[in-house]
RNA sequence: GCGCCCGUAGCUCAGCGGAUAGAGCAGGGGACUUCUAAUCCCAAGGCCGCAGGUUCGAAUCCUGCCGGGCGCGCCA
């Protein structure tokens, strides 16, 4: 059989894993026995290919001996030559190991899948998916990094997987502070800063000056306000004021998209302001069916379990008491929009965890007022907060927020220079362009390789050494594959199943299967740690495997059975990588 | 006060019902005329916060403590 050159014919192949081969195999088994109930628990083993552990927790509820079980189940498994052992171990584990020929058929039929053999469970769901979320007129800072990474990444896997995914950027976009933005504006026309679209240096001066000025001068305050009411009102001079605002924002958003190579556009932008007419009717209806109750003027959704230190309850609050609209009001809005006009099947908020209550009566709330069907699963992608090296959160030396571009142009910068020194014939773009590579997927990866709900400690010095468990080792164990195989040119990747494989080359390929299951983990979870950690161990496999087992330097069928391999393990690397965001360059 | 999250090697973290708890970094010892050494190999390093309970089996599930973080009416 010769690899990369049949043709994918029809709808995308899926391979089963070998583990979920086995399990079949070891239901199988158990059904003969009458124990259709025995959940086979295939997992890999230190002692075999794999272990299945079901048989203890079918024995206890028979209260029969394992062991006995055990023996039973391995003396029914059906034949197919692919099991070469099984064996009774410990206290009724049942071994399993395959042959060689079973294990190079994995691999040939992974290898003329152009999906790898991933198959495409979410086919037929629409998940809409929020992320992102930065403010007009701010600077995005390292919080908006991780809901922007975590959501890309999810957004991919899930689109890999055949789901649809509708992204929305639920931005900010609207509130009183645009009062004081625009009348700061209006007093000052002069410029306070050039409006370069590659920074938010104009922006961000009227933030400050509208603020301070805000906080210290009554009568602009007063004006401020008066403004917000002639927004609210649709003065046409204000609103056009407020679009440019707008405007020069997402010019700005959309750069630092682009520099992250994050597929955020305008298109997925839907802000605060896109629900304002919705508004006034959302919490009527909310009030009708009685959800919603008024309480000091304000109009609230409450609670049984939910209270605040002096015991009261504590409200989801749709409608201010001056008749204005906060955020619970908007997310509602949004929520009915994408459930009832987008069809979506699944919900995921990629929020800070600190938002984990005002989801929680979101949802409560939507459910109740009947938006938010049963079917429909809404879930609080919760991150952890940013912390500096000193645990506390992460600040600048001066105690602000750090800029998100600051943090991208100096991982960039240091990737350039240890790039430049590894590769000293690069040079201009091409170096610049690596650098961006390297130095954005060292910040990605660092972020998403941690479980995403604990607080997250950034350390550019661990994250850009290059070394270790970080992007950048994936990129290069990606980059050595890469190599061989352009030095493998005209040589053909073809799989001989009857040459018998090395220890290296067994782990090899038994980690290579596993690739489709690890993503249907990280789509059931939404959690891209395991694909990072999946990749990881992925990669010293391979580097094992390279160290021990030549390929160019063997001749005949082993050759080509470890350039297959190769192929593979580049394939899956890069593809892994993509779904995480990142880039897979061919070389370092 | 109540609620949510987190306590695993010196540090940063995986593992979340299965056999002897794993990585990376740091520190110790080795390996470059080699398909990219941005690498690999070896050794060392643990009352898995504490105490009970469930189970054939618990870092993993339950309960209670201890320690840390976060949240709790008109900001988002």
Same mark, same amino acid.
């Given at each position: ?6 043709p ?5 192949v ?6 979920s081969s086995?399990?079949d ?6 059904a003969?026995?009458?124990?259709? %109930? ?6 890999r083993s230190e002692?075999a290919?794999?272990q ?8 206890r509820?028979?209260r ?12 029914r498994?059906?034949?197919d030559?692919?099991?070469?052992a +099984?064996?009774v171990a410990g206290?009724? *584990?049942?071994?399993?190991?395959l ?7 994995q691999?040939?039929?992974?290898l003329t ?7 495409t469970?979410e086919?037929g769901?629409?998940t ?6 930065p403010?007009?007129?701010?600077e995005?800072?390292v919080?908006?990094?991780r ?6 990444a999810? /957004?991919? !896997?899930? =689109? ?10 639920h ?5 009183t ?6 009348q700061?504006?209006v007093e ?5 800063a050039p409006q370069d ?13 509208a ?10 305050? %007063? ?5 917000? !009411? ?11 004021a407020?679009?440019?605002?707008v405007? &020069?924002?997402?010019?700005? *958003?959309? =750069?630092?998209?682009d520099?992250?190579?994050?597929r955020?556009?305008d298109?997925?932008?839907v ?5 304002n007419?919705?508004l006034p009717?959302?919490a009527?209806?909310? =009030? ?5 109750v008024?309480?000091d ?5 409450f ?5 605040g ?12 008491? %001056?008749?204005?609209f906060?955020?619970?009001a908007?997310?509602l809005?949004a ?6 006009e ?8 990629v ?8 989801f929680?009566? /979101?949802f %409560?709330?939507a459910r109740?007022a009947g938006w938010?069907?049963?079917t429909?699963?809404? /879930? ?8 500096g090296?000193?645990?506390?959160p992460f ?5 602000d927020?750090?800029r998100?571009?600051?943090l991208?142009?100096?991982? !960039? ?7 430049a020194a590894?590769?000293?014939e690069?040079?201009? &773009? ?5 650098a961006r590579?390297v130095g954005?997927g060292?910040?990605k990866y660092?972020?998403?390789?941690n479980n995403?709900?604990?607080d997250?400690t ?15 080792y994936l990129q ?5 594959v890469r190599?061989?195989?352009?030095r493998a =040119?005209?040589? &053909? +990747? ?7 494989l090395?220890p ?5 390929i038994?980690d290579l299967?596993a ?9 059931a979870?939404y959690?891209?740690h395991?694909l990072c950690?999946?990749?990881?161990r ?6 094992? *495997?390279? &160290?021990?087992?030549? /390929?160019?330097?063997?001749?005949g069928?082993r ?6 391999l190769?192929?593979l393990?580049?394939?899956t690397?890069r593809?892994?990588l993509?779904?995480l965001?990142?880039? +897979?360059p061919?070389?370092?």
């Amino acid at each position: 059989m010769t690899i990369p050159f049949i043709p994918c014919q029809g709808a995308p192949v899926t391979v089963p894993s070998l583990a979920s081969s086995l399990s079949d195999c070891v239901s199988a088994a158990a059904a003969r026995l009458g124990m259709a %109930d025995l959940a086979p628990q295939i997992r890999r083993s230190e002692h075999a290919d794999f272990q299945s552990d079901g048989v203890l927790a079918a024995a206890r509820a028979r209260r029969r001996n394992p062991r006995e079980i055990a023996a039973e189940v391995v003396a029914r498994l059906s034949a197919d030559g692919r099991v070469a052992a +099984a064996q009774v171990a410990g206290p009724g *584990f049942v071994n399993l190991d395959l042959t060689d020929g079973a294990l190079l058929a994995q691999l040939t039929d992974r290898l003329t899948d152009p999906r790898l053999g991933v198959g495409t469970p979410e086919a037929g769901v629409t998940t809409v998916v929020d992320y992102s979320q930065p403010n007009i007129a701010k600077e995005m800072h390292v919080g908006h990094l991780r809901s922007t990474i975590i959501g890309d990444a999810l /957004v991919r !896997v899930l =689109e890999h997987l055949g789901g649809t995914v509708v992204r929305r950027n639920h931005i900010g976009d609207w509130g009183t502070q645009f009062g004081m933005l625009i009348q700061h504006q209006v007093e000052h026309p002069e410029p306070t800063a050039p409006q370069d679209a590659g920074t938010m240096r104009r922006l961000a001066t009227l933030y400050r000056r509208a603020r301070a000025d805000f906080d210290a001068d009554p009568a602009f305050a %007063d004006r401020a306000r008066r403004r917000v !009411v002639a927004l609210q009102a649709g003065d046409p001079a204000t609103v056009a004021a407020w679009r440019d605002i707008v405007a &020069e924002s997402t010019r700005y *958003f959309t =750069e630092v998209y682009d520099r992250l190579g994050v597929r955020l556009t305008d298109a997925d932008s839907v802000g605060e302001s896109a629900y304002n007419t919705a508004l006034p009717g959302l919490a009527d209806e909310l =009030e009708r069916r009685r959800v919603a109750v008024t309480s000091d003027g304000a109009l609230c959704v409450f609670f049984d379990d939910l209270r605040g230190p002096d015991g009261e309850p504590t409200p989801l609050i749709v409608r201010k008491s %001056d008749g204005g609209f906060g955020y619970a009001a908007t997310d509602l809005a949004a929520l009915r929009q994408r459930v009832g006009e987008l069809h979506a099947d699944r919900l995921l908020y990629v929020v800070d965890a600190r938002q984990a209550r005002h989801f929680r009566m /979101v949802f %409560d709330t939507a459910r109740r007022a009947g938006w938010l069907p049963p079917t429909v699963p809404a /879930v609080h992608v919760a991150f952890g907060t940013v912390l500096g090296p000193d645990g506390r959160p992460f600040k600048t030396r001066a105690g602000d927020t750090v800029r998100l571009v600051d943090l991208l142009t100096e991982a !960039v910068d240091r990737a350039r220079d240890v790039v430049a020194a590894k590769n000293p014939e690069l040079a201009g &773009e091409a170096l610049d362009e690596r650098a961006r590579q390297v130095g954005t997927g060292a910040v990605k990866y660092a972020d998403l390789a941690n479980n995403r709900v604990r607080d997250y400690t950034y350390d550019p010095q661990r994250m850009l050494a290059l070394t270790g468990n970080t992007g950048v080792y994936l990129q290069y164990a990606h980059a050595r594959v890469r190599s061989i195989l352009a030095r493998a =040119e005209g040589v &053909e +990747a073809t799989v001989d199943p009857t040459v018998g494989l090395e220890p290296a080359e067994r782990a090899l390929i038994l980690d290579l299967d596993a690739f489709a299951d690890t993503l249907a983990e990280v789509a059931a979870g939404y959690e891209p740690h395991r694909l990072c950690g999946y990749l990881y161990r992925l990669a010293q496999t391979f580097t094992t *495997f390279y &160290e021990r087992c030549p /390929v160019l330097r063997t001749t005949g069928t082993r050759r080509g059975n470890r350039l297959a391999l190769c192929r593979l393990t580049g394939d899956t690397l890069r593809t892994g990588l993509h779904l995480l965001g990142i880039d +897979a360059p061919e070389q370092l």
